[in-house]
Nanobody, 124 residues
């Protein structure tokens, strides 16, 4: 079956950086878009970033624009999330997701496959 496996989470001080990776495996359809979401305790799932199959189109949530960058390497079936200038409010479990091409990249209900999540903690 299709699997998405995130890595790269951890503990970092405010102002620091982390790079998350998400590797896809299994019989996933092509092309597929990918997205990153996050969920903090007691809060709803939040769209972070999305990317088209070619990588030429990227989208970001308002709270991370200018600080986070999404990219992908289709040869490796991997999507990345470079997170800079991290803030304590970025603390959450980060999930990657894969879905068919769509303008609904920010809609978590659109995605067919999800990773297990990776914890990101930003200390003040």
């Amino acid at each position: 079956q299709v699997q998405l496996v995130e890595s790269g989470g951890g503990l970092v001080q405010a102002g620091g950086s982390l790079r998350l990776s998400c590797a896809a495996s299994g019989p996933i359809y092509s092309p597929y878009y990918m997205g990153w979401f996050r969920q903090a305790p007691g809060k709803e799932r939040e769209f972070v970033a999305g990317i088209s199959w070619s990588g030429r189109s990227t989208f970001y949530g308002d709270s991370v624009k200018g600080r986070f960058t999404i990219s992908r390497d289709n040869a490796k079936n991997t999507v990345y999330l470079q997170m800079n200038s991290l803030k304590p409010e970025d603390t959450a479990v980060y999930y990657c997701a894969a879905g068919p091409p769509s303008s609904r990249l920010s809609d978590y209900e659109w995605y067919d496959y999800w990773g297990q999540g990776t914890q990101v903690t930003v200390s003040s």
